[in-house]
């Protein structure tokens, strides 16, 4: 919770707004304490006794204090909101960040859309959870400032209309705490619908050759239907509720009025204060009510915190240890990784020395990739030894690894952006370099036709995201450059042109690059087989 409230309340302008939520409402107390004793005046002493000298004065005067009541409800309200959206911006942009940075195998069995849903509902959640932790408070002032009221106008009613408000509590106590649970359930299903349909889409191609599309909507409208019935049960309940408010808010005011008779005759005399009562006493209980609601909506977002304290609690990657500012050599020594599922794989030893252009040639599964991916600290759980600089991978900080490291995957997913901004990455780059990279990887054309056009993965090719990635990785001027598998969807022209072009441009820079093509070998100093 400490976590939660630091990130909401990072910005000054967060803790600015709750102050003057306060300040409004205790200000809006004040004013219905003057609007409503100059209402009793104007009913008592103007309108009840048709006395109509000066009553247009006071009338307006009244009516004015309670339009500015209006009034600073209206900016509370807006305030509250921008509150709520300012903190669901904070935490959404934390927790992405520390997922980011979480260990690979975080992600391993998870499903990127199921792990969107959770981080946005319950951020949401959180963020709702502490306006409703403000509205409590805020409530709370206006409700003691509507039972001076009451109290003021008769003591009896005063002391009936709080001994009536535990009914209400008790009348819906049970319902608050099953919609919980419902929230709960919902944000499961919920996580569980956008993944089957993520999958949907993404498998589209298959979707249309194998003619499955029953079995892909059936799996959608499966979830959906639990959902179903989960938000029918909350809606009824939520109605429930709200029934229950509207019912003693209606009923209350006349046994309230009438036990103060019975207990207070005088009050028979006196129709301005019944009438005032009879105002009062539902947006005492109204007040009430609204500060349950918000009660129940807190415990409603218990299951959206224990999801963000899940998150607080994801295994980060270490970035301590050795920094390393420079690349002189890269040594792997006995490397050897287990698989889930028992399958081995084992490296050859190599060393590889500054400016060196090496190429790692095998079969696919034999272990090329994986190297990379300990070098990058993508997978941490390994036997061997391997040393950059003559220091152990283990002790240098993966943080400066990937400063001077540059890796092109095999496969590089399009972002939903045009193609330049895909290259930079958010790296402010000057024309030229960018025109320069554009030429170094052969996406002039791509250029050309797609350059301003929104991108994703289903209008490049597997040739043109392999450059994509590899313009990507050259945009960081980092000392080493990793290739995996980038010429493998490519014909050997376009990988001939790539790989002559680099090696022209970075003469001093270690390049190492897998592949399976024999042909690529005359190119490099040397190769490492890992047949």
Same mark, same amino acid.
């Given at each position: ?23 409004i ?29 000066g ?6 005067? $009244? ?16 305030l ?17 960040? &520390? ?10 069995? &998870? ?17 709702f ?47 608050g ?19 089957? $349909?993520q ?19 059936s ?26 408010t509207?019912?003693v ?12 008779m019975?207990?207070?005759p ?7 204060? *019944?009438?005032m ?39 980060l ?18 490397i050897?990784v ?7 794989v ?32 993508? *997978? ?6 391997i040393?950059?600089?003559? $220091?152990?991978l ?76 590899l ?5 960081k ?5 990793l ?33 399976? &093509?024999?042909?690529?070998?005359p ?9």
């Amino acid at each position: 919770m400490k976590i939660l409230l630091g990130i909401m309340l990072k910005e000054i302008k967060a803790k600015f707004t709750l102050i003057c939520c306060l300040i409004i409402a205790v200000g809006t107390g004040f004013l219905l304490l003057y609007a409503n004793s100059s209402l009793e005046h104007l009913l008592n002493d103007y309108l009840l006794v048709q006395n109509f000298d000066g009553f247009i004065p006071l009338l307006s005067i $009244t009516i004015g204090m309670f339009v500015l009541v209006f009034g600073l409800n209206v900016l509370g309200a807006y305030l509250r909101a921008d509150f709520q959206y300012n903190a669901l911006t904070h935490l959404i942009e934390y927790y992405v960040a &520390r997922l980011l940075r979480a260990k690979n195998s975080y992600f391993t069995n &998870r499903s990127s859309a199921d792990l969107f849903i959770r981080l946005f509902e319950s951020s949401d959640g959180v963020a709702f959870f502490a306006v409703s932790i403000l509205r409590i408070v805020l409530s709370f002032v206006i409700f003691i400032f509507y039972g001076i009221i009451i109290f003021r106008l008769n003591i009896f009613a005063g002391v009936f209309v709080v001994l009536i408000t535990p009914l209400y509590f008790l009348a819906t106590r049970k319902a608050g705490s099953t919609i919980s649970e419902l929230l709960h359930d919902r944000l499961e299903r919920t996580g569980e619908l956008s993944t089957v $349909t993520q999958e949907a889409f993404e498998n589209v191609g298959n979707v249309k050759a194998k003619t499955a599309y029953a079995f892909f909507t059936s799996r959608s409208v499966a979830v959906l239907s639990i959902i179903k019935k989960i938000m029918v049960k909350t809606e009824s309940l939520m109605a429930y509720i709200l029934d229950i408010t509207l019912l003693v808010r209606i009923i209350a005011p006349l046994m309230i009025i009438f036990t103060a008779m019975w207990f207070s005759p005088d009050i028979l005399g006196s129709p301005g204060i *019944i009438m005032m009562l009879y105002i009062n006493i539902p947006l005492f209980l109204s007040t009430f009510s609204d500060i349950y609601k918000q009660y129940i909506d807190y415990k409603t977002m218990k299951p959206f915190l224990s999801q963000l304290q899940e998150f607080d609690n994801v295994e980060l990657e270490n970035e301590t240890g050795v920094e390393v500012t420079s690349f002189e050599s890269l040594k792997a020594d006995n490397i050897k990784v287990t698989f889930e599922g028992g399958r081995v794989v084992s490296v050859p030893d190599f060393e590889i020395i500054k400016g060196e252009k090496v190429m790692f040639f095998g079969e696919s599964g034999i272990g090329k990739s994986t190297i990379f991916n300990i070098i990058m600290g993508l *997978i941490y759980d390994y036997e061997g030894n391997i040393y950059i600089n003559g $220091t152990d991978l283990r002790e240098v900080s993966i943080a400066s690894v990937r400063k001077i490291f540059g890796i092109t995957f095999q496969h590089t997913n399009a972002l939903t952006l045009n193609l330049h901004d895909n290259i930079k990455l958010g790296v402010k780059l000057s024309d030229e370099k960018l025109k320069r990279l554009i030429q170094l990887t052969a996406l002039e054309s791509q250029s050309f036709s797609k350059g301003d056009s929104l991108l994703n993965n289903k209008v490049l090719s597997g040739g043109e995201k392999s450059r994509l990635g590899l313009s990507q990785t050259l945009v960081k001027d980092t000392d080493i450059i990793l290739l995996d598998e980038v010429f493998s969807n490519m014909d050997e022209a376009l990988e001939t042109q790539i790989i002559t072009n680099l090696f022209r441009e970075y003469p001093d820079r270690a390049i190492i690059c897998i592949s399976h &093509r024999s042909s690529s070998k005359p190119f490099f100093d040397r190769v490492v087989d890992f047949n």
